[in-house]
């Protein structure tokens, strides 16, 4: 069915994402003694223990600034990959790893970021390189934290980091393992919309599973995956699991939850699942039918009211 097709396309979306997302972590990167260039990734697990990676406790107010000077600190005095000209790839994903850990530092901070900051203690000698590393870290806070890199100030170059598509909970709160979960939240959102409202929970670990995410097993920016989407955001009212009727034995499936359908649309999730997929919304024709007929009812709607009223 279309159904079934563009959920397998998404899958692999996904995969490629998730691949890419773990090239460029610290963590995953294992550097070569003989050219200073990371290599291959190792393994997910591997970013959790990234001496660059950023901890998941939040600093006290006595402490903050320090603490976060030492980390800003460390990414300023990282030795250089290679030289400026004819940079390896492999030296502009380092650097990506390394902007990536600093905005999620400065989002758990709440500040802004500049891009003389940017420049000044990340980027350094790679200026010249600063638009594709930036798009890179860019893309990877967006698609694997949920979290958009916005400019603001187009004149200072100041950029605020916010909750992607009218989000307000990003779960960092929950458990100890304090990054942005907004990422696998939109995922799930998408999964649902795409297999026409309503995803067993089943179909929904499935694509999990593609991403490294796991039942059961602890995830390095996730933490406990199943108690994060099974009870942290259905308590927030993002996901409504159920019980399938008539199932023996007992099936579970995930809808939007009434939160979801308040603060986002289904438009902002298929255009977010697009850019994934390096497409556009209107790839998946009878989703994007349907978006558009749900954004046009919530704009007409209010007026007919009037006019009835009136």
């Known amino acids: 069915t279309e159904s079934h097709h563009n959920v397998t396309q998404v899958s692999k979306a996904l995969e490629e994402t998730h691949l890419s997302f773990h090239s460029v972590m610290p963590g995953s ?6 050219v200073g260039l990371p290599n291959t990734p190792q393994s997910p697990q591997s970013f959790c223990s990234s001496s660059i990676a950023i901890k998941a406790t939040s600093p006290s107010k006595s402490d903050e600034g320090s603490d976060s000077q030492e980390r800003e600190d460390s990414l300023s005095t990282s030795q250089p990959l290679s030289g400026p000209k ?29 891009k003389a900051d940017m420049l000044n203690i ?3 000698e790679y200026a010249v390189h600063f638009p594709e ?9 967006e698609m694997v934290f949920g979290i958009d890199v916005k400019e603001v100030d187009h004149i200072n170059h100041r950029y605020d980091l916010l909750i992607k598509l009218g989000l307000t909970y990003d ?3 929950h458990d100890e393992v304090g990054m942005p979960k907004t990422g696998v939240l939109i995922f ?22 593609v991403t490294g995410i796991y039942s059961g097993r602890k995830h390095c920016i996730f933490g406990e995956p199943r108690k994060l989407i099974t009870e942290v955001f259905v308590k927030e009212k993002y996901l409504e699991y159920r019980q399938v009727p008539n199932t023996d ?45 749900f954004s046009f009812g919530i704009h007409i709607l209010p007026f007919i009211f009037t006019l009835v009223l009136l």
């Open 29 to 34: 990167l294992k550097e070569d003694p003989d």
């Open 86 to 114: 004819n940079v390896h790839l492999d030296a502009l994903d380092a650097k990506a790893a390394m902007l990536v850990n600093y905005l999620l530092l400065k989002y758990q901070m709440k500040e802004p970021v500049t």
């Open 122 to 124: 990340v980027i350094k």
């Open 133 to 141: 590393i930036f798009l890179r870290a860019s893309e990877h806070m």
């Open 171 to 173: 779960g960092m709160l």
């Open 188 to 209: 799930i959102l998408a999964v649902i919309f795409m297999k026409g409202n309503r995803a067993t929970e089943a179909e929904v670990w499935e694509v999990l599973n």
């Open 249 to 293: 034995p007992a099936q579970f499936e995930f809808l939007w939850g009434p939160r979801a359908h308040a603060e986002t649309t289904k438009m902002k999730v298929l255009e977010f699942l697009a850019k994934v997929h390096g497409t556009d919304p209107s790839s998946f024709p009878s989703q994007y039918e349907e978006a558009l007929a």
